[in-house]
């Protein structure tokens, strides 16, 4: 069962149906889908996909995933599930234009990295990052995740791999 977890402006818990509308809303903003996946999908897809999270994820407890509030209002999604790429967890996260550039993404990231220490057990978090955006890979490159590989898509396009390895003293921005 996804855990409700805290920062220190930040609340993820898991979604209820009522977040529908700014799931869709989240991933409806091509500057925020393009960089998720396959990047933007049909309205009638995002609505099936924040289906899923409830009939699937949620109901089988596949992974984690949750809504990410500030002050009461959705500002994102954020994941931290097993991935094929690397044979272990990557995180995944978005944020709302409107959240962007305070260090909410910083936050986020960081929560759900040391939730994947600490509850989980990792001694390895993964991120997989579209090449070209370049704001999320020197974010996590300030939060000590390191280029690992680049792996080219069917379409032409190149994925970085990322890795941030458990060190002895790592910080939990976690206060639950």
Request: aromatic share 8%; no cysteine.
């Amino acid at each position: 069962m996804t855990p409700t977890l805290r920062t220190e402006r930040l609340l993820l818990e898991p979604y209820v149906p009522a977040d529908e509308e700014g799931f869709v809303a989240l991933f409806q903003d091509t500057s925020v889908s393009r960089w998720m996946g396959d990047g933007p999908a049909s309205e009638a897809a995002d609505r099936a996909l924040f289906g899923r999270i409830f009939t699937k994820v949620y109901a089988q407890d596949l992974f984690d995933v949750w809504a990410v509030r500030r002050d009461g209002l959705l500002v994102g999604h954020a994941e931290i599930k097993p991935t094929d790429v690397t044979g272990g967890h990557e995180i995944i996260y978005a944020l709302a234009p409107a959240a962007w550039g305070s260090g909410l993404g910083t936050e986020l990231a960081e929560a759900i990295t040391a939730y994947g220490f600490g509850t989980l057990g990792l001694t390895r978090v993964y991120a997989t990052v579209a090449a070209p955006n370049t704001a999320s890979l020197a974010l996590l490159d300030r939060i000590g995740f390191e280029h690992v590989q680049d792996v080219e898509e069917d379409d032409g396009s190149t994925t970085r791999v990322l890795v941030r390895r458990l060190a002895a003293g790592d910080p939990s921005p976690l206060t639950r």
